[in-house]
């Protein structure tokens, strides 16, 4: 009779703890490297002051919960966070700058590519308060894992990876520069 009630209890508790655990949210860290890439630009001033994306994009992962960025951000508040950071740690934001609008024309993300595998598509296109506009766009790929809580949790960290890749690539592109000047 003890081995049937433990054998039970053994089931219950795989069936709900499981439910008791979160996915732990994504937190942007800056780069160096993107503090110097935005060196040439000292003396500029400069703010994402707004972002938007897809109204299809659907943060659920694996039927284990959706995806949390850091203190509830959605992907485009989170990319307009991460931009403003490398500008803030390199000195350049401001309020009373060049303004920037993001358009997140791509969100899209896997926690199962080849089972254990994850990616993360990002595309962006910020038009400058001066008339000009730039687009890019980046495909991060990363480790996720087997389990679904594990795969999410990946999922969910890289984004911060993913976001920074994006704005590396951004700030290191020629057409970067007219964004940031006064007028074009």
């Not at 795989?14 to 630009?41: E, H, N």
């Not at 766009?137 to 894992?145: A, I, L």
Request: some cysteine; hydrophobic content about 40%; glycine content about 6%.
């Amino acid at each position: 009779m003890k081995t049937t009630r433990a054998v039970w209890m053994s089931v219950a508790m795989a069936v709900l703890l499981p439910g008791c655990v979160s996915i732990t949210p994504a937190t942007y860290i800056v780069s160096p490297d993107i503090r110097q890439s935005l060196k040439p630009f000292e003396g500029s001033k400069v703010k994402v002051t707004s972002a938007v994306g897809p109204g299809n994009f659907d943060p659920m992962c694996r039927a284990a919960g959706n995806l949390r960025f850091e203190n509830g951000l959605t992907v485009p508040q989170f990319v307009k966070k991460s931009f403003n950071d490398e500008f803030k740690f390199a000195g350049i934001e401001a309020e009373n700058g060049v303004q920037l609008s993001a358009t997140l024309t791509r969100i899209e993300f896997s926690s199962s590519a080849s089972l254990v595998n994850g990616y993360w598509d990002l595309g962006l296109t910020l038009a400058s308060s001066n008339g000009a506009t730039m687009s890019t766009d980046v495909h991060y790929d990363f480790q996720s894992g087997f389990n679904a809580l594990t795969a999410c949790n990946n999922t969910s960290q890289a984004l911060a990876q993913a976001a920074q890749a994006l704005v590396r690539k951004t700030v290191a592109d020629p057409r970067f520069a007219s964004l940031i000047r006064s007028k074009i």
